[in-house]
């Protein structure tokens, strides 16, 4: 079965720091385009990044409101896509989900999602 | 970046009706649009890509029309599992951008 599951969200500080991962199972994770989307509470879907496949070298290309803040690194032993998230705002606060992008952009296969609380 | 606008923003309607929901770009995507279905506390489901093409398992009821800058989501007969919040997503240029979303209601 085709499957990802976010883990690793939780409550933390402005300014702190928390590393988000996604486990991939029943497909070639190598041969695919990941991303992490995330959504605040009661609004719309707003995309962070991804990370191209192997042939594309896993190179990352990120929205503006999180570059420089924000890493997604990948572990080829695990079949894990992961989320490195600094300098949080209390503006960061949502659940992030990590997807699988099938052709140009769409994206076909998502996890359940992990939420992420930035208040002190 | 490309701005991506639904409308309605939300859509009363009874099982069984038609309906159509609209998504406009700010500038032309070709036909790099994807639809998704989102229920509350739920991943979004995707329904159809490359503006037109029906997602392998979703019903035949749902369909994409569309390219350039205006698209179309309809529903051909309103079933009770389609009450949910509807999103169309450009995939010509990063970044990606998704509207803001349509929320399907019952009447």
């Known amino acids: 079965e085709v499957q990802l599951v976010e883990s690793g969200g939780g409550l933390v500080q402005p300014g702190g720091s928390l590393r988000l991962s996604c486990a991939a199972s029943g497909f070639t994770f190598s041969d695919h385009y990941m991303n992490w989307v995330r959504q605040a509470p009661g609004k719309g879907l707003e995309w962070i990044g991804l990370?191209?496949?192997?042939?594309?070298?896993?190179?990352?290309q990120y929205a503006a409101s999180v570059r420089g803040r924000f890493t997604i690194s990948r572990d080829e032993s695990t079949n894990s896509l992961y989320l490195q998230m600094n300098s949080l705002k209390t503006e960061d606060t949502a659940v992030y989900f990590c997807s699988r992008q099938k052709g140009a952009g769409d994206m076909d296969v998502w996890g359940q999602g992990t939420p992420v609380t930035v208040s002190s | 970046d490309i701005q991506m606008t639904q409308s309605p923003s939300t859509l009363s309607a009874s099982v069984g009706d038609r309906v159509t929901i609209t998504c406009r770009a700010s500038?032309?995507?070709?036909?790099?649009l994807a639809w998704y279905q989102q229920k509350p506390g739920k991943a979004p489901k995707l329904l159809i890509y490359k503006a037109s093409t029906l997602e392998s398992g979703v019903p035949s009821r749902f369909s994409g029309s569309g390219s350039g800058t205006e698209f179309t989501l309809t529903i051909s007969s309103l079933q009770p599992d389609d009450f949910a919040t509807y999103y169309c997503q450009q995939y010509n240029d990063y970044p990606i951008t998704f509207g803001q979303g349509t929320r399907l209601e019952i009447k």
């Open positions: 990370s191209r496949n192997k042939p594309n070298s896993y190179t990352t």
């Open positions: 500038q032309s995507i070709s036909s790099w």
